[in-house]
């Protein structure tokens, strides 16, 4: 059924405004081969397709900026999505966690090199040694090994973030310090907390003030009272009749703001990718990051253990894809249960790249619409790998046996020339927030190649994930999901 | 009887059009009908519409709702009306805490325990805000003795809050959401703003009457204030909550939600209001009780940053009328659409506001002269012809955020005891009742609240 459809029809003068003003907002040329009108129709086609809600696209390359949206921000209300709808872009915030900080390297209030306890007294997580050695560095390139997927809440009060880093005291080590890369959520949380200490503030209060102002940012909040002025969009997912619904659930818990809780719109989001390229100075000509930071957050830092992933390596909060004779593509996305941000920029060509879907299909509209324009600035995006007509004859038996993670225990057996994978939720504040069939959950391995194999989807239509096996300073893992988890048997 | 659609939405259009309301909402329930009328804006930034499904604050109509969930409590016997609060809260503190420890429940929800009423202060916006707030009410005195009058009261709504916590072990928001908002079936009900944002929303407008309306600088008042103002609905909602009170505490799915006695106590008057022209003649328990042409009505008012509610139910009738706005002259608008629906469905004469009469009286001014002052204002009155004339200053923490902290009064008298004063941008008149306790103490009775005179000379300054 066209989504659309649901929508209530009554003239919103918010939305004639807004199409009055699209075509002084977006500066393509007439005769461009980028016209306003056909990424219009692209988008709209795309978001029938895959049947969102809706959908904002917006691009700028050089000081061309083209900004559409298609379909409703909210089925209820019947509001149109407009590059203006405000988005919860989750994990994107993290490269505004990173910029902060960041800030207060140019301004030698931090050092990424020195332990994080000496900058929060008191810190401190389950391995002493982890305690110890973890810095600034390693939560920016999820390099710490601390347990990644700490979803506590801590309320709405100003205390929150501390009382999950307090909360942190528990946490246990995906793998030792600096000993491989792993997808860190709680290590933003504590960067952010690293934030509210030195800038003497809560971190929203510290994101208005030394970000979002300089930037002019006007919009971008995170708080659901400082965003309630606008428009915003609400997440969709499908309900038990599996007709598509709002979400009606707040995620962005207060304490989980600086790896998630950034709300902002596409515009915003480009002014911020343009400050990045132009090396730390905003559209507005205001000054946010050194050259030398700005340059230093999209260089690379570590390594993505697997290969077959779209991102390559991570620099200090933005995720970079560097293929041989390919430009530099940095980014970073974001996803909640029913939000997701797709946000790519590439410096070299000056382009940036931003889509928000608030439903599903995020990936389907993203490929169809940011792939030409990467094609234009020389890089050739990522395809996700296939599984092969016949099964790779490898030996299976290396990868065989039990790994683990605080969260999480991974069990392979072998299953004729595949391997069987038992992936059992042993966190039991995770488990809690799962029904119980996905508690525990079997997925077929496909070999590739030895060291790796595609984990079968549970959707057909759906990617293939990678899974690679590798060894790392003595110790083997497996990683998936921009995950490591440790061989433990 | 009922109105057609387009009778409402003209009435409403009409008045919000006359009184600058940048948006509006309107749900009248009559004949077992309910009719919605929408108009103007949520936002004159954004410019959204207003439809009849966007939520407004309600403020302060969210106190027959806290007053409801402590009615529930009572029937299940966790809490007696009558005996003293500290029984439920043993911590609670006041200034006089002889004086504290006779406040019932009683008082709290009937606007008569004394305690000074307007004790605003933001604890942030954590669980733990009502604590808090209790916590910091140790400095708190009291505007008149317990029971001995009228005296609008949020820190009492507060109190009673922080009491719903301690017996269900929930916050206020979470006792309201399941307690009434869930079996009312009331889905475009919250109390918090990020439950808000999933839906229309409006925002309040402030600012010169002469002048475009400005976007009120915040949306909400602190969490604090929950239990006395921070209920967010449609006008829908507010009729559907008006019409559990209607239909005798049963749901629309006909579940006794509260029992009939207990609706019906709601009703029965506690304490008489001094100044019977502003609100209503008397207080039951969480409603105000309006003696219009000789009918029974109930109801309650709401005022936050920016944005005005009213809520009517006329059981004879079986009417229930809820009116929202985001601005604008909100008296002179409810002025105008009220008395209308009123008279067409209930046969009611609304009174007249209260207004100086053409030849004025020839009163006694001298005795009235003085200072008046309790938490929040302190009114400086000297004789000034037939009349008194003098000032309303604003005191305390929220004179800092109040553009004007001063106000110039000039008291026109109407009767014996009874002046009247005008803001030059509106029409309606504010009533100024001078009157004494029992105790021959004397008052100031005005905007619902009463205050204390402290020295029979003003203060020279």
């Given at each position: 059924?066209?989504?659309?459809?649901?929508?209530?029809?009554?003239?919103?003068?918010?939305?004639?405004?807004?199409?009055?003003?699209?075509?002084?907002?977006?500066?393509?040329?007439?005769?461009?081969?980028?016209?306003v009108?056909?990424?219009?129709?692209?988008?709209?086609?795309?978001?029938?397709?895959?049947?969102?809600?809706?959908?904002?696209?917006?691009?700028q390359?050089?000081?061309?900026?083209?900004?559409?949206?298609?379909?409703?921000?909210?089925?209820?209300?019947?509001?149109?999505?407009?590059?203006?709808?405000?988005?919860?872009?989750?994990?994107?915030?993290?490269?505004?966690?990173?910029?902060?900080?960041?800030?207060?390297?140019?301004?030698?209030?931090?050092?990424?090199?020195?332990?994080?306890?000496?900058?929060?007294?008191?810190?401190?997580?389950?391995?002493p040694?982890?305690?110890?050695?973890?810095?600034?560095?390693?939560?920016?390139?999820h390099?710490?090994?601390?347990?990644?997927?700490?979803?506590?809440?801590?309320?709405?009060?100003?205390?929150?973030?501390?009382?999950?880093?307090?909360?942190?005291?528990?946490?246990?080590?995906?793998?030792?310090?600096?000993?491989?890369?792993?997808?860190?959520?709680s290590?933003?949380?504590?960067?952010?907390?690293?934030?509210?200490?030195?800038?003497e503030?809560?971190?929203?209060a510290?994101?208005?003030e030394?970000?979002?102002?300089?930037?002019?940012?006007?919009?971008?909040?995170?708080?659901?009272?400082?965003?309630?002025?606008?428009?915003?969009?609400?997440?969709?997912?499908?309900?038990?009749?599996?007709?598509?619904?709002?979400?009606?659930?707040?995620?962005?818990?207060?304490?989980?703001?600086?790896?998630?809780?950034?709300?902002?719109?596409?515009?915003?989001?480009?002014?911020?990718?343009?400050?990045?390229?132009?090396?730390?100075?905003?559209?507005?000509?205001?000054?946010?990051?050194?050259?030398?930071?700005?340059?230093?957050?999209?260089?690379?830092?570590?390594?993505?253990?697997?290969?077959?992933?779209?991102?390559t390596?991570?620099?200090?909060?933005?995720?970079?894809?560097?293929?041989p004779?390919?430009?530099?593509?940095?980014?970073?996305?974001?996803?909640?249960?029913?939000?997701?941000?797709?946000?790519?920029?590439c410096?070299?060509?000056?382009?940036?790249?931003?889509?928000?879907?608030?439903?599903?299909?995020?990936?389907?509209?993203a490929k169809?619409?940011?792939?030409?324009?990467?094609?234009?600035?020389?890089?050739?995006?990522?395809?996700?790998?296939?599984?092969?007509?016949?099964?790779?004859?490898?030996?299976p038996?290396?990868?065989?046996?039990?790994?683990?993670?605080?969260?999480?225990?991974?069990?392979?057996?072998?299953?004729?020339d595949?391997?069987?994978?038992?992936?059992?939720?042993?966190?039991?504040?995770?488990?809690?927030?799962?029904?119980?069939?996905?508690?525990?959950t079997?997925?077929?391995?496909?070999?590739?190649?030895?060291?790796?194999?595609?984990?079968?989807?549970?959707?057909?239509?759906?990617?293939w994930?990678?899974?690679?096996?590798?060894?790392?300073?003595?110790?083997?893992?497996?990683?998936?999901?921009?995950?490591?988890?440790?061989?433990?048997? | 009887?009922?109105?057609?659609?387009?009778?409402?939405?003209?009435?409403?259009?009409?008045?919000?059009?006359?009184?600058?309301?940048?948006?509006?909402?309107?749900?009248?329930?009559?004949?077992?009908?309910?009719?919605?009328?929408?108009?103007?804006?949520?936002?004159?930034?954004?410019?959204?519409?207003?439809?009849?499904?966007?939520?407004?604050?309600?403020?302060?109509?969210?106190?027959?709702?806290?007053?409801?969930?402590?009615?529930?409590?009572?029937?299940?016997?966790?809490l007696?009306?009558?005996?003293?609060?500290?029984?439920?809260?043993?911590?609670?503190?006041?200034?006089?805490?002889?004086?504290?420890?006779?406040?019932?429940m009683?008082?709290?929800?009937?606007?008569?325990?004394?305690?000074?009423?307007?004790?605003?202060?933001?604890?942030?916006?954590?669980?733990d805000?009502?604590?808090?707030?209790?916590?910091?009410?140790?400095?708190?005195?009291?505007?008149?003795?317990?029971?001995?009058?009228?005296?609008?009261?949020?820190?009492?709504?507060?109190?009673?809050?922080?009491?719903?916590?301690?017996?269900?072990?929930?916050?206020?928001?979470?006792?309201?959401?399941?307690?009434?908002?869930?079996?009312?079936?009331?889905?475009?009900?919250?109390?918090?703003?990020?439950?808000?944002l999933?839906f229309?929303?409006?925002?309040?407008?402030?600012?010169?009457l002469?002048?475009?309306?400005?976007?009120?600088?915040v949306?909400?008042?602190?969490?604090?204030?929950?239990?006395?103002?921070?209920?967010?609905?449609?006008a829908?909602?507010?009729?559907?909550?008006?019409?559990?009170h209607?239909?005798?505490?049963?749901?629309?799915?006909?579940?006794?939600?509260?029992?009939?006695?207990?609706?019906?106590?709601?009703?029965?008057?506690?304490?008489?209001?001094?100044?019977?022209?502003?609100?209503?003649?008397?207080?039951?328990?969480?409603?105000?009780?309006?003696d219009?042409?000789?009918?029974?009505?109930?109801?309650?008012?709401?005022?936050t940053?920016?944005?005005?509610?009213?809520?009517r139910?006329?059981?004879?009738?079986?009417?229930?009328?809820?009116?929202?706005?985001?601005?604008?002259?909100?008296?002179?608008?409810?002025?105008?659409?009220?008395?209308?629906?009123?008279?067409?469905?209930?046969?009611?004469?609304?009174?007249?506001?209260?207004?100086?009469?053409?030849?004025?009286?020839?009163?006694?001014?001298?005795a009235?002269?003085?200072?008046?002052?309790?938490l929040?204002?302190?009114?400086?009155?000297?004789?000034?012809?037939?009349?008194?004339?003098?000032?309303?200053?604003?005191?305390?923490?929220?004179?800092?955020?109040?553009?004007?902290?001063?106000?110039?009064?000039?008291?026109?008298?109407?009767?014996?005891?009874?002046?009247?004063?005008?803001?030059?941008?509106?029409?309606?008149?504010?009533?100024?009742?001078?009157?004494?306790?029992?105790?021959?103490?004397?008052?100031?009775?005005?905007?619902?609240?009463?205050?204390?005179?402290?020295?029979?000379?003003?203060?020279?300054?």
């Amino acid at each position: 059924m066209p989504v659309r459809a649901l929508a209530r029809h009554r003239s919103d003068r918010y939305a004639e405004d807004y199409v009055q003003g699209r075509q002084a907002t977006n500066s393509a040329g007439a005769d461009s081969a980028t016209r306003v009108e056909d990424w219009q129709e692209r988008l709209d086609t795309l978001v029938a397709e895959v049947e969102a809600p809706g959908a904002a696209f917006g691009f700028q390359r050089g000081d061309e900026r083209v900004l559409v949206a298609s379909g409703v921000a909210n089925l209820d209300t019947g509001q149109p999505m407009t590059p203006e709808t405000l988005f919860p872009v989750a994990s994107v915030s993290k490269v505004y966690t990173a910029t902060l900080a960041m800030q207060l390297v140019d301004e030698g209030k931090l050092d990424l090199d020195r332990p994080v306890r000496e900058l929060l007294p008191g810190f401190r997580v389950a391995d002493p040694a982890a305690t110890e050695r973890l810095t600034p560095r390693h939560l920016l390139t999820h390099s710490g090994g601390i347990d990644g997927d700490k979803f506590d809440t801590f309320g709405r009060g100003d205390d929150a973030i501390e009382r999950y880093v307090a909360d942190c005291a528990t946490l246990g080590q995906v793998h030792d310090v600096g000993a491989t890369f792993s997808y860190c959520n709680s290590g933003a949380i504590i960067l952010g907390r690293i934030v509210e200490v030195l800038r003497e503030a809560t971190y929203d209060a510290a994101l208005r003030e030394h970000l979002l102002t300089p930037l002019g940012a006007t919009k971008t909040a995170m708080l659901p009272e400082d965003l309630i002025w606008r428009p915003m969009a609400a997440g969709h997912i499908k309900d038990e009749s599996e007709t598509l619904a709002v979400f009606d659930h707040w995620e962005n818990d207060r304490s989980h703001g600086p790896a998630g809780g950034v709300v902002t719109n596409v515009s915003e989001l480009l002014d911020f990718a343009r400050m990045h390229i132009d090396l730390g100075i905003a559209p507005n000509g205001n000054r946010i990051l050194t050259e030398e930071t700005a340059r230093s957050m999209r260089a690379t830092q570590v390594e993505v253990p697997n290969p077959y992933e779209d991102v390559t390596h991570w620099g200090l909060g933005w995720e970079l894809a560097e293929r041989p004779g390919q430009p530099t593509v940095v980014a970073h996305g974001g996803d909640l249960l029913a939000h997701h941000a797709r946000f790519i920029t590439c410096p070299a060509a000056e382009l940036t790249l931003c889509l928000l879907v608030n439903g599903n299909g995020a990936d389907r509209i993203a490929k169809a619409l940011f792939s030409p324009l990467l094609a234009d600035a020389g890089v050739t995006p990522h395809e996700p790998p296939t599984p092969p007509e016949t099964p790779a004859q490898v030996d299976p038996s290396r990868v065989l046996g039990t790994y683990q993670t605080p969260a999480v225990r991974v069990r392979l057996e072998a299953d004729g020339d595949r391997v069987r994978s038992t992936f059992t939720i042993v966190s039991e504040q995770i488990a809690a927030m799962l029904p119980p069939n996905q508690r525990e959950t079997i997925h077929e391995l496909v070999p590739v190649e030895d060291g790796f194999y595609l984990m079968k989807p549970d959707d057909e239509g759906d990617p293939w994930q990678p899974v690679v096996f590798y060894e790392s300073d003595g110790q083997d893992y497996m990683h998936a999901g921009l995950r490591a988890v440790r061989r433990v048997s | 009887m009922s109105l057609d659609q387009h009778t409402v939405q003209d009435l409403l259009e009409s008045a919000a059009r006359r009184h600058k309301v940048p948006g509006a909402s309107l749900a009248v329930y009559a004949d077992g009908q309910l009719t919605e009328a929408a108009t103007g804006v949520l936002n004159v930034e954004t410019e959204v519409e207003v439809t009849t499904d966007s939520l407004f604050q309600i403020g302060s109509v969210t106190k027959p709702y806290t007053a409801s969930l402590i009615m529930q409590l009572a029937v299940e016997g966790r809490l007696d009306l009558d005996a003293p609060v500290v029984a439920s809260l043993p911590e609670l503190r006041l200034a006089d805490q002889e004086s504290a420890e006779r406040v019932t429940m009683r008082h709290l929800l009937s606007h008569s325990s004394g305690i000074e009423g307007d004790h605003f202060e933001d604890f942030g916006r954590g669980d733990d805000v009502l604590e808090r707030f209790v916590a910091s009410c140790a400095a708190l005195g009291f505007s008149h003795p317990v029971g001995a009058t009228m005296s609008y009261c949020n820190t009492g709504y507060v109190i009673a809050g922080r009491i719903i916590e301690r017996l269900t072990g929930q916050t206020w928001d979470t006792a309201l959401a399941e307690r009434i908002i869930g079996p009312l079936g009331l889905d475009h009900t919250v109390t918090l703003p990020e439950q808000a944002l999933r839906f229309r929303t409006a925002h309040g407008h402030v600012g010169k009457l002469d002048e475009p309306a400005q976007l009120a600088p915040v949306w909400t008042l602190p969490r604090s204030v929950g239990p006395a103002g921070l209920v967010c609905a449609t006008a829908a909602d507010m009729v559907a909550f008006g019409r559990w009170h209607l239909d005798e505490g049963r749901t629309a799915d006909d579940r006794q939600a509260l029992s009939a006695a207990a609706v019906a106590s709601m009703q029965d008057a506690v304490i008489d209001i001094p100044d019977q022209w502003t609100l209503g003649k008397s207080w039951g328990l969480g409603w105000i009780l309006y003696d219009w042409d000789g009918r029974h009505v109930y109801g309650h008012d709401g005022a936050t940053i920016g944005q005005t509610a009213w809520l009517r139910i006329v059981p004879d009738s079986g009417v229930v009328v809820g009116m929202l706005a985001n601005g604008g002259r909100a008296s002179d608008f409810y002025r105008d659409v009220y008395p209308v629906l009123m008279r067409e469905l209930c046969e009611i004469t609304m009174p007249s506001p209260l207004s100086p009469p053409d030849d004025l009286p020839d009163v006694e001014t001298a005795a009235y002269a003085g200072t008046y002052e309790r938490l929040g204002v302190r009114y400086e009155l000297d004789v000034s012809g037939t009349g008194l004339a003098g000032k309303a200053i604003a005191t305390g923490p929220l004179a800092e955020i109040d553009p004007d902290p001063v106000e110039e009064l000039t008291l026109v008298p109407v009767a014996e005891g009874v002046f009247a004063t005008k803001d030059p941008d509106e029409d309606t008149w504010t009533p100024m009742v001078f009157y004494e306790l029992d105790d021959g103490s004397p008052y100031l009775h005005s905007s619902a609240r009463a205050t204390p005179k402290v020295s029979a000379k003003r203060v020279a300054r």
